[in-house]
T-cell receptor, first 114, second 116 residues
């Protein structure tokens, strides 16, 4: 069965430091991959997505992610963390047996230390 | 522009009572999803509506759960005889069309349900 694994339920970084949130997936065919962000008391919003074009995907707020097929990974990075990045981040992968369902990771809460 | 709205934002109910959760998708969006988000877990798919097609109910956890979408717009998720394990945040999302899983989903703020 397909799965999405986000390493670390909580990640803490200092303001100005590199942000790295890890996502690994399993899929028998090249999938579509997504990162969504959920700010406190708000709905999820799309950060970026990979749809089989460029493997390095740039998103909003300075985030980017690289699709690495050999490693089945789609890690999210940002060079310099800002206090406003504190939120929960979800990785999702398209289901191979559906043309509308996604499989979601458990989420990683990003904590920014001043 | 208006995003996806959900009501109520919070709902506290007693075990055994029925609850109705409402979702107003973005105008013109034909696809609508319901998800359940439990603490420390990812989003659990519940049901999917696309236009006038029969909904995909494969994610509903029991027959106590049902949903409808009237006029291709507003949707209501109903939970009958609520149980404590139903406590969670219920999220609604809409997308522009059935263009495939690469479509961006737009989420509402959710309804936080607590069953005592």
């Amino acid at each position: 069965a397909q799965s999405v694994t986000q390493l670390g339920s909580h990640v803490s970084v200092s303001e100005g430091a590199l942000v790295l949130l890890r996502c690994n997936y399993s899929s028998s065919v090249p999938p579509y991959l997504f990162w969504y962000v959920q700010y406190p008391n708000q709905g999820l919003q799309l950060l970026l997505k990979y749809t089989s074009a460029a493997t390095l995907v740039k998103g909003i707020n300075g985030f980017e992610a690289e699709f690495k097929k050999s490693e089945t990974s789609f890690h999210l990075t940002k060079p310099s963390a800002h206090m406003s990045d504190a939120a929960e981040y979800f990785c999702a992968v398209s289901r191979t047996d559906s043309n509308y369902q996604l499989i979601w990771g458990a989420g990683t809460k990003l904590i920014i230390k001043p | 522009g208006a995003g996806v709205s959900q009501s109520p934002s919070n709902k506290v109910t007693e075990k055994g009572k029925d609850v109705e959760l409402r979702c107003d998708p973005i105008s013109g969006h034909t696809a609508l999803y319901w998800y359940r988000q439990s603490l420390g877990q990812g989003l659990e798919f519940l049901i999917y509506f696309q236009g006038n097609s029969a909904p995909d109910k494969s994610g509903l956890p029991s027959d106590r759960f049902s949903a409808e979408r009237t006029g291709g717009s507003v949707s209501t998720l109903t939970i009958q005889r609520t149980q404590q394990e139903d406590s969670a945040v219920y999220l609604c999302a809409s997308s522009l069309s059935a263009g495939g899983t690469q479509e961006t989903q737009y989420f509402g703020p959710g309804t936080r349900l607590l069953v005592l």
